[in-house]
């Protein structure tokens, strides 16, 4: 039987310190006889050398006792005031690594607590459980799996943690935080990996008896949920408006509901409807707006269940400018006349470069060069036909007659759905790539389409005259610019809700002229970012609702939503005792 106590306390070991020296002390001040000798003392001390050692040790503690009791009192006190605890028996218990769930789901509620209450619970009492010298490792099962702290015995730490950490309104991914958990246990060793979760997450059958190092405590809480698990506005690309909304609301219970559907835009409601759903049943409702498709567009399911996150979907509706494309070069009647069909485009031509329009108040968003000198810009949405610019890796090799085009071209957002296999080119330019950039396609001799990023520059180059080509005659050339429009300017004009799943990155597009962005999430909690040469990635989307951001020369908002149909069933997938969130009995595997 062995007695573990917890690590020391500063107070009981300067206690020790201290009392044992007093006590030994005090002891000494205790009187004593006076010794005296006389002339037949020499007899007795003989016969007390010849005593065996036991009965000298029993003289020795009979004279001594008091001092010995005294010494294990203390020792005792002492003892008391480090805290023992009967822990264990056997060797040495092994480290924890502890996996958390912070999916949406364990925002679950029954009678006014959530999974994650019951969850918090659990975790603080594994904490208050640890050995002398046992370290925990907390790792979240959130988006991505990620370590919240690594081993550590500190208890203060871990509590501090374990208070402050909430669930997130985004879909987990449990079963990877699993794994990468288990890679942290040392081979042969004691060690434990122990799963906080409501069992609500695909593959969670698979833990269930998975060995003596894996444990599953299973949260409960909360069964009946009706979410919206879709919300877009669509606009006919030629007819400005009305505006479409579509909400897509599903009913994950085993019994028929009705549900009041609200929509809301800056505040004003625009549309209301009794939905009627049964049992597992889905609806898509659509509403008609006549208004600006600008705002922050609102849907609410006025009901009461068990999980509050999927009731509510938010889309940032932006009614974006024209894109201004200026057009350099000698004229392309197909170019401009498929421009024209393009009704978010502003156009504007030139003959010839001229540095003084690249210098007006409101820059252009897209610049043509067709068949005329470019100059070498750093930066900007540029499009050359038949031309180069100084700055670019590439270099002109001569012509070519009538290349064949291979009909494979690359894995790229401009050449998305675009088939160049049966284009006919009379001549095309022979280029040699010297540098970085995508070949979208090519014929046997030379690239024909080429495109970079880099920075703040983003190019589409083509080889050939669009006029010695019938390329503007076949499909994939409206869609080659559209594609082109969309990877410059990227804005969603067909769908102009501005919204993203929690939990996944979201790209700002700022200005050339931006330094800095300040982003302000639902929260109310503001966080600012230098400007990158490229987009802005944003990656804490973890609570759904409306985000805004400013820089000196742009504002906007985007919208983040669950929109997760396995998160938003919230009954678990695996069959164990469950901690509930108002107390049952623990389950473990």
């Known amino acids: 039987l062995l007695c573990r106590l917890q690590a020391p306390r500063l107070a009981a070991l300067l206690l020790l310190a201290g009392a044992v020296p007093l006590i030994l002390f005090l002891h000494s001040l205790k009187p004593r006889g006076l010794l005296v000798r006389t002339t037949t003392f020499f007899i007795w001390e003989r016969v007390l050398r010849e005593q065996p050692l036991g009965t000298r040790l029993g003289w020795l503690l009979r004279k001594n006792l008091l001092l010995i009791l005294q010494l294990l009192a203390a020792l005792a006190l002492i003892a008391a005031l480090a805290d023992p605890r009967l822990r264990y028996f056997g060797s040495h218990a092994g480290d924890l690594v502890v996996v958390v769930d912070l999916s949406a789901s364990m925002k679950a509620r029954e009678q006014g607590l959530s999974r994650f209450d019951a969850a918090r619970r659990e975790w603080l009492s594994l904490v208050d459980e640890l050995g ?20 550590t015995a500190d208890r203060r730490r871990l509590r501090d943690l374990a208070r402050g950490v909430e669930a997130t309104d985004a879909p987990g991914r449990m079963k990877d935080a699993i794994l990468f958990a288990h890679a942290f246990l040392k081979r042969g060793s004691a060690d434990q990996v122990v799963v906080i979760s409501d069992g609500a997450f695909a593959g969670a059958e698979e833990f269930i008896s998975a060995g003596d190092q894996l444990r599953f405590i299973r949260i409960a809480g909360g069964k009946d949920n009706v979410g919206i698990v879709g919300f877009e506005a669509r606009r006919q690309p030629e007819q400005p408006s009305p505006v479409e909304i579509m909400v897509h609301v599903r009913n994950f219970t085993e019994k028929a509901v009705r549900a009041p559907l609200t929509v809301t835009l800056d505040g004003e409601t625009v549309a209301q409807q009794q939905i009627e759903l049964g049992a597992q049943d889905r609806r898509v409702v659509i ?19 068990d999980f509050a996150t999927d009731n509510q979907a938010y889309l940032a509706l932006a009614d974006h400018a024209p894109i201004r494309l200026l057009y350099v070069g000698p004229g392309n009647p197909y170019l401009t006349r498929l421009l024209r069909l393009f009704s978010h485009v502003q156009l504007t031509s030139a003959p010839q470069w001229d540095p003084d329009l690249a210098q007006g108040k409101d820059p252009f968003d897209v610049i043509i060069f067709d068949r005329v000198a470019a100059p070498a810009l750093a930066q900007g949405n540029l499009i050359f036909i038949d031309t180069l610019a100084p700055n670019l890796p590439l270099q002109f090799k001569g012509k070519i007659q009538n290349p064949r085009v291979h009909p494979r071209v690359a894995d790229h957002p401009l050449a998305r759905d675009v088939n160049l296999g049966d284009v006919r080119i009379d001549e095309a330019s022979r280029v040699a790539l010297k540098g970085e950039g995508t070949v ?3 014929a046997a001799e030379s690239p024909l389409l080429y495109a970079l990023e880099k920075g703040k520059l983003r190019v589409l180059f083509l080889a050939f005259d669009l006029m010695a080509s019938d390329l503007p005659l076949r499909v994939a050339f409206p869609i080659l610019l559209h594609n082109a429009l969309e990877w410059f300017h990227p804005q969603r004009l067909e769908f102009p809700g501005q919204t993203a799943q929690a939990g996944t990155p979201v790209q700002l597009r700022l200005t050339n002229a931006d330094t800095a962005v300040e982003v302000t999430a639902p929260s109310g909690r503001g966080e600012s970012f230098p400007a990158p040469a490229g987009p802005l990635s ?3 989307t973890f609570q759904a609702g409306f985000y805004s951001f ?3 020369g742009h504002e906007g908002s985007f919208a983040v939503n669950l929109f997760d149909e396995e998160e938003s069933q919230i009954l678990p997938q695996v069959h164990l005792p469950a901690r509930r969130t108002q107390g049952a009995e623990r389950g473990g595997a």
């Open 132 to 151: 002398s010298g046992q370290r925990m490792m907390v790792i979240g099962g959130g988006a991505q799996p990620r370590l919240l702290i690594p081993f």
């Open 287 to 305: 509403f008609r707006y006549e208004g600006a498709p600008k705002g922050r567009l609102f849907a609410r399911l006025d009901l009461a269940d």
């Open 550 to 552: 400013k820089s000196a």
């Open 440 to 442: 979208l396609a090519r």
């Open 538 to 540: 944003f990656n804490d």
